[in-house]
């Protein structure tokens, strides 16, 4: 898969993954989760590139971007509702079957560490790593005791180390805009050294990390790598600071 970032993007990261493939490409696989815009856009692109350092997954609700991050964690090694791969507790089981029929084509190299940030369950692995008593390595202090954005700092602070492969479900969910902006430098400093990020994101500060790319996938299940100018999320964002009522006016009609 080629775009407007690829020949200028310097390569950096581990590339402890290369691509992601449907393992049972000729299968007939009906249903949720196959069913889901990025499913049918793998299917007919046959894998999905990733970068070395950092890959973002940008697309409307619905197209299946948490789904794949959750199936590429679980195809990983990674516990479902989050964790690294020595986590092995579960709340309830929610995921899909996608990870079974993925297929990870890896690289020469293997990750030091990893952790999997599932934004949604992060209460649940929060409550393990008190549970294993092993909250030094998060900041030494219980996660609960910080606020949901401090503690999602902590974990890339903290736990985040070079040479590891992070997969983050929307990492934003709990972030301030400072918040946002402390998350997006510590993507590129461990990047720096050797990490490789996979990152489902509605947030156009995540996505100017530098040289990181951007895949957008649309509701038709369409896959494209884009500049940061053109992914969604900054373009609608750009689009409703310069003229927010011309968007209320939209929204509300005269009923303001």
């Keep these: 898969m080629t775009g407007p970032n690829a020949s200028a993007r310097r390569r950096g990261g581990g590339g402890f993954l290369r691509w992601v493939e449907l393992a049972e490409a000729d299968a007939d696989l009906s ?5 889901l815009p990025v499913v049918e856009g793998l299917r007919a692109a046959g894998r999905l590139e990733l970068d070395p350092a950092v890959t973002f997954l940008v697309g409307d609700n619905g197209t299946g971007k948490s789904t794949l991050i959750e199936a590429v964690a679980v195809a990983s090694g ?6 690294s791969a020595n986590f092995r507790f579960s709340t ?10 993925l297929r ?11 952790f999997f940030l599932r934004a949604e369950s992060f209460y649940n692995v929060a409550t393990e790593i008190d549970r294993l008593g092993v909250g030094n ?11 949901h954005g401090e503690s999602f700092l902590d974990l890339a602070t903290h736990r985040f180390g070079s040479r590891g492969l992070y997969l983050l479900d929307e990492p934003e969910a709990a972030l301030s805009v400072h918040g946002c902006l402390a998350m997006l430098t510590r993507i590129r400093d461990l990047a720096e050294t050797g990490s490789q990020f996979v990152v489902a994101t509605h947030s156009p500060i995540l996505l100017a990390v530098p040289h990181a790319r951007i895949l957008q996938i649309d509701v038709t299940g369409t896959i494209s790598e884009v500049s940061y100018d053109e992914a969604q999320p900054v373009v609608l964002t750009r689009s409703f600071l310069a003229d927010p009522q011309r968007y209320l006016h939209y929204l509300f009609g005269d009923d303001r």
């Excluded at 249903?31 to 069913?35: D, I, L, Q, S, V």
């Design 137 to 147: 390595s998060y900041g030494g202090r219980s996660l609960h005791e910080r606020s």
């Design 78 to 83: 990674f516990n479902p509702e989050g964790g």
């Design 92 to 101: 309830r089981a929610t995921e899909s079957p996608l990870g079974g029929y």
């Design 31 to 35: 249903g949720y989760p196959f069913t």
């Design 104 to 114: 990870l084509v890896r690289g020469v190299g293997k990750p030091r560490t990893g």
